[in-house]
């Protein structure tokens, strides 16, 4: 059996399904190149079994853990929700073609704790993220401007790669909505849906001057408020 769980944005979201299907397993892996949350030592204290760090080349070109799993009872556990990342439903179309039996534990991610800002998630266009190397990249922008003519609000991710401790940060981020003329009232938000949450609101040109520490980070660019939604924002001014 192979088990791929979502650990959600801190250590107090691990349920009791993780905890039943992790006394269950032999071999426990961690992907780390999606998103962050929980240090290591904190979940081998938690589950008090060995776990070893996965990272891309593993997760998305190797077959050794679904081989490992038609043996024996494998969790590979994600931060976040584990099939948020698109290239994890890989994982549950490749076991099912091999007759590995696969059991999917959901838990909180960005996509649901967004609603802490007081926004409406039906009022969500398509999501977009900014890469490092974005100079010539037009993509976020189309994605945002396609969304605002369409009244809707646009959730900006921002790459990350844990492996190296490397974050593509608000303040860079919102360099590049300016200089590609993206200066829309919008949200800088920090460790959503955890303890350390902070969500500040302004204009792109004016969040730039400020300097933010906590992670992860994301930008949501505003549409069209409902009455309730301008309600709640000006709950965080």
Same mark, same amino acid.
């Given at each position: 059996m192979l088990y791929l769980i979502g650990l959600g944005l801190e250590l107090k979201d691990i349920n009791l399904k993780t905890i039943e299907a992790i006394k269950k397993c032999k071999k426990i892996y961690l992907e780390n190149y999606t998103s962050t949350g929980a240090n290591l030592n904190e979940l081998?204290?938690?589950f008090k079994k060995p776990i070893t760090i996965v990272y891309r080349d593993i997760i998305e070109n190797d077959e050794t853990i679904l081989k490992e799993a038609k043996k024996f009872n494998? %969790?590979?556990?994600?931060?976040?929700?584990?099939?948020? %990342?698109?290239?994890h439903i890989n994982f549950v179309i +490749? %076991? *099912? *073609?091999?007759?590995?039996?696969?059991?999917?534990?959901?838990?909180?991610?960005?996509?649901?704790?967004?609603?802490e800002t007081g926004l409406h998630i039906y009022n969500f266009g398509k999501i977009t993220s900014i890469p490092f190397n974005n100079e010539n990249v037009k993509t976020p922008?189309?994605?945002?401007?396609?969304?605002?003519? #369409? +009244?809707?609000?646009?959730?900006?991710? #921002? +790459?990350?790669?844990?492996e190296n401790k490397k974050f593509l940060t608000i303040n860079k981020a919102l360099e590049y909505l300016t200089k590609n003329k993206i200066n829309k009232l919008c949200l800088a938000?920090? %460790?959503?849906?955890?303890?350390k949450q902070e969500i500040?609101?302004?204009?792109?040109?004016? #969040?730039?001057?400020?300097?933010?520490?906590?992670?992860?980070?994301?930008?949501?660019? #505003?549409?069209?408020?409902?009455?309730?939604e301008e309600e709640a924002l000006k709950l965080l001014k």
């Open positions: 081998k204290k938690i494998v %969790a590979i556990l994600f931060y976040g929700d584990p099939l948020i %990342a698109t290239t +490749d %076991a *099912k *073609k091999i007759n590995t039996k696969i059991k999917v534990i959901h838990n909180n991610s960005i996509l649901n704790v967004i609603s922008i189309e994605v945002i401007n396609n969304n605002l003519k #369409l +009244d809707l609000h646009t959730l900006v991710l #921002l +790459d990350l790669d844990p938000c920090f %460790a959503l849906g955890t303890k500040k609101i302004g204009y792109s040109k004016n #969040l730039i001057k400020l300097k933010f520490n906590k992670f992860p980070q994301c930008i949501i660019i #505003l549409g069209k408020l409902h009455f309730r």
